[in-house]
């Protein structure tokens, strides 16, 4: 059973809420908030190109909750299974140097996409955050957008909302919810294959014509049997207004 088999069960029912709904925390516990870290590698001298971090963080965050280690015999379970249950919050920092390197130490996995580095940790308690992690910052490094040319065929792609601005942090929170999703709903084959190809992925942003032709609207269900197309709702705790959709993921394998 894979760990994410909640997570798809409840996939319609959380684009069905009303956007208000989609930011209520009154069943919360602040203290038992979990979260995914999502670590940023942009150095200096040498910044990454935005798409290829996105992409990186993408499937770094998808690798981890499919890592045999987050199986039910292994160490990682009980931790991303408890936040999988829950809200699925990422917090993305960026790292550079000696700070990047000292987050290697904890566990997770690192992906590189064209030179372009970012580590997704296991999830767990935001409160007890190592010190490593808390001590990063989580804004004040944007990238400014490319050109990544063509999809390459047979990966899937996660389109960016055309008219939702993102900071390269929140973007990468958001296609890391796109492939978990993703993977929630694929069968055991499917996932086996995207994880031989190492989680590889596109993101791209698409025009609104095509944003509009692609979402799911009130048809989760159809969307994703008919188009192969999930959408990523947000709480809106951050840069976004609740309810708002701000990626599009599109299975393209088969």
Not at 32 to 49: D, F, N, S, W
Not at 66 to 86: F, I, K, M, Q, T
Not at 97 to 121: F, M, N
């Amino acid at each position: 059973m894979s760990v994410l088999e909640s997570l798809g069960a409840r996939y319609a029912y959380w684009l069905g809420l009303s956007a208000e709904d989609t930011n209520d925390t009154s069943d919360e516990v602040p203290e038992l908030v979990r979260a995914m870290p999502i670590i940023l590698r942009i150095e200096r001298a040498e910044p990454p190109g935005r798409t290829a971090l996105l992409e990186a963080a993408a499937a770094a965050a998808i690798a981890v909750c499919l890592d045999e280690r987050a199986e039910p015999e292994g160490e990682w379970h009980a931790e991303v299974s408890a936040w999988v249950d829950e809200r699925i919050r990422k917090v993305a920092r960026r790292a550079r140097g000696a700070h990047w390197q000292a987050v290697q130490a904890l566990p997770g996995i690192t992906v590189t996409v064209d030179g372009a580095e970012a580590r997704a940790l296991v999830p767990g308690l935001v409160v007890e955050a190592p010190k490593e992690v808390s001590r990063l910052q989580i804004s004040g490094s944007e990238l400014p957008a490319d050109e990544p040319g063509p999809v390459p065929d047979g990966v899937p792609v996660l389109w960016l909302n055309p008219e939702v601005p993102m900071t390269v942090g929140k973007a990468a929170a958001q296609v890391g919810h796109a492939t978990m999703i993703l993977a929630s709903l694929l069968d055991t084959e499917q996932v086996a294959a995207w994880a031989a190809d190492g989680y590889r992925c596109a993101v791209r942003t698409p025009s609104v014509a095509r944003w509009k032709e692609l979402h799911p609207g009130d048809d989760p269900a159809g969307a994703w049997r008919e188009r192969r197309v999930i959408a990523v709702r947000d709480a809106g705790f951050t840069e976004v207004d609740p309810g708002t959709v701000t990626v599009l993921g599109q299975w393209n394998n088969g």
